[in-house]
């Protein structure tokens, strides 16, 4: 019972990331008109990306204890492991960041289109 708690506390604790980002995804999918192309792809992609980032951490969050309960990551390795892991998250997490902040810097208005010069 101790471990159903505890991934329900998981659960929870993820929940207003996940809500937040797939909101996020809703919004700029609805909005897309009025992004650049790129502005709109790098935001969707971000969001996407922290979003499955954040389904995995706290997949991860929440198995652990299984892992160390069912003697699958012993006491020695849990250390090395769970660094591990934590940088690959923050890292993939960071990517999503990146990507989101590309949207931001492409999200000006389109370059209007070339004229040919006037002469007089």
Do not use: H, K
């Amino acid at each position: 019972m101790d471990m159903i708690g505890y991934v329900a506390m998981q659960a929870v604790s993820y929940l207003p990331s996940v809500i937040l980002l797939v909101v996020g995804i809703s919004l700029v999918a609805a909005r897309r008109q009025r992004l650049t192309r790129r502005s709109g792809t790098f935001a969707i992609g971000g969001l996407a990306f922290m979003l499955v980032t954040t389904v995995i951490s706290a997949a991860w969050s929440a198995g652990l204890v299984f892992l160390i309960d069912n003697d699958v990551v012993d006491t020695n390795s849990f250390g090395p492991l769970s660094l591990l892991v934590g940088v690959v998250l923050t890292m993939l997490n960071g990517g999503g960041l990146g990507l989101l902040i590309a949207a931001v810097l492409t999200g000006g208005p389109e370059p209007a289109p070339p004229t040919a010069p006037v002469y007089q």
